[in-house]
């Protein structure tokens, strides 16, 4: 296969992974309170359950980010990573008792911790111009798995019968199932995932060497610019110092050339871990309000995720069909959801589809609070009010996700963008961790969470009113870029 045939087949593979993971949310999520409940486990098991998977997620995200970083390499790591998908399924399956299956979902985490060096892959393997629709098509893979999960359960809710020692009913069979798509994943890996060269090494690789003999400065002084925002004067002092003495090396037809000079400056260059500063990189405050932003729109939703299974068991008697079909419904809602703020996306500027998110958002939450907390009337206008909830916090979903990472990627050091997409998916992972344990031991008190939540969406509002000038593609960056195309 060529270059163009690997890549596909990389990416294809890739979003399947992605698909995979949104139907392993989406056939555990309408069941594990069910679940919980049969294992006698109190109301915050709930919480700690579906904290459990973010928590390992967050502690080896950022590990699988450094491995394929230094290595390149992001196929040994996925391999390895679904071997805890598959092992943490089965144990799902088991389930003897709470605590196995809390330890299930700790382990299958470590899997997900997998994403970071995924990301990092896709970004070195695109062009910034393409990258956007590239990250807009693998979320939709997962919003997608999030839709078609649920239809799942409406043929695993019927298995009834014994597998050896082990129950097989619609509490265990999500287990079991998906601990069979991953292990079908692991052949999929090994026949169409190709670590294919980055954009640099496979569009630029060949002019390495004549750039290294005929214009080393050119290609040195381009990197120097590309990491001006992130280093400080003494690294760029160091750094410099080396490039004239690889400049006077390679300028001298005399000489013969050195493996030393030639390749040294090189490798100190590329590695963009050793010259960068991540306290300049990720204390800015454009950056820290993007990072806010994760933060506190995925607590909010994974506390309402939370909340919403109990509330519509105790409020209008949905069981594990009718929870199916509601978050089937939330898919579809969710998908063209990305399909308008991508349109949108072409008309105005990141920060005012950010905006917007925010408003829907902070909307949503007041609703919720107005209607949900105490409800008021009959059957039929607290379901309606309950729709109309959730129509709404869906509805400022895809602007806020694809919006913040869209602006994270233009104010970020490109180079180092693998590592700065898993600082990014660790401040997440942390959210998705507090938000379920906030609302499993809330959700008879929804006036509290509920105003928290309020109160933390009003925060960041705030926070983008003041920083909304700052919250664009750094003009340093395009300065850049002009000095080497005047170069």
């Given at each position: ?51 459990a998977f973010s928590l390992s997620g967050l502690l080896t995200g950022p590990l699988f980010g ?55 892959f896709l970004t070195r393997s695109t062009r910034p111009e393409e990258r956007a629709g590239v ?206 703020v991508r349109g949108l996306s072409r008309q105005v500027e990141d920060r005012v589809v950010l ?133």
């Open positions: 296969m060529d270059y163009r045939q690997k890549k596909n087949c990389t990416f294809f593979t890739i979003g399947l992974i992605f698909l995979l993971s949104g139907i392993e949310y989406a056939v555990i999520l309408p069941t594990i309170w069910r679940y919980l409940q049969i294992l006698e486990a109190p109301p915050y098991f709930l919480g700690l359950g579906l904290s450094l491995w394929s970083d230094r290595t390149r390499t992001t196929k040994t790591i996925i391999l390895y990573s679904n071997v805890f998908e598959i092992v943490g399924s089965f144990m799902y399956f088991m389930g003897y008792s709470k605590w196995l299956l809390l330890c299930s979902r700790l382990v299958a985490g470590i899997g997900a911790g997998a994403g970071s060096s995924i990301f990092g990250f807009a098509a693998i979320m939709a893979c997962r919003q997608g798995g999030l839709l078609i999960g649920p239809a799942f359960n409406l043929f695993l809710r019927l298995c009834d019968f014994q597998l050896g020692p082990f129950v097989v009913n619609n509490y265990t069979s999500p287990g079991i199932f998906m601990c069979l798509m991953w292990i079908l994943l692991q052949f999929v890996v090994l026949a169409l995932y190709w670590d294919i060269p980055p954009i640099s090494s496979e569009e630029g690789g060949i002019a390495v060497g004549v750039i290294e003999e005929e214009e080393p400065l050119v290609r040195a002084e381009e990197t120097l610019e590309t990491y001006g925002t992130v280093w400080d004067d003494q690294i760029e002092t160091t750094l410099s110092s080396e490039i004239h003495h690889f400049q006077d090396h390679s300028q001298c037809p005399s000489s013969p050339p050195s493996s030393t000079s030639s390749s040294s400056p090189p490798s100190t260059i590329s590695n963009p871990l050793t010259i960068f500063n991540a306290s300049q990189e990720f204390l800015r405050e454009e950056v820290v309000v993007l990072l806010t932003a994760q933060f506190i729109t995925l607590f909010n939703q994974t506390a309402l995720e939370t909340m919403v299974t109990p509330l519509t068991q105790r409020s209008f008697g949905f069981g594990e069909l009718a929870n199916s079909l509601m978050y089937s419904l939330c898919g579809i809602e969710v998908i063209l959801g990305f399909f308008l905006a917007v998110g925010l408003v829907i958002c902070s909307v949503a939450c007041v609703w919720c609070l107005i209607f949900l907390a105490n409800p008021q009337g009959g059957y039929s206008w607290e379901l309606a009010t309950f729709i109309i909830g959730v129509f709404l916090q869906l509805l400022g979903l895809p602007f806020v996700a694809v919006s913040q990472v869209s602006l994270f990627s233009k104010v970020t050091a490109e180079k180092t963008q693998g590592f700065s997409q898993g600082v990014r998916r660790s401040v997440g992972g942390l959210a998705t961790i507090l938000g379920p344990l906030w609302a499993g031991g809330l959700t008879g008190n929804l006036y509290l969470m509920l105003g928290v939540m309020l109160a933390l969406l009003l925060m960041i509002t705030v926070m983008l009113i003041l920083s909304y000038d700052r919250l664009v593609e750094p003009k340093v960056v395009q300065h850049a870029q002009s000095s080497d195309n005047g170069e």
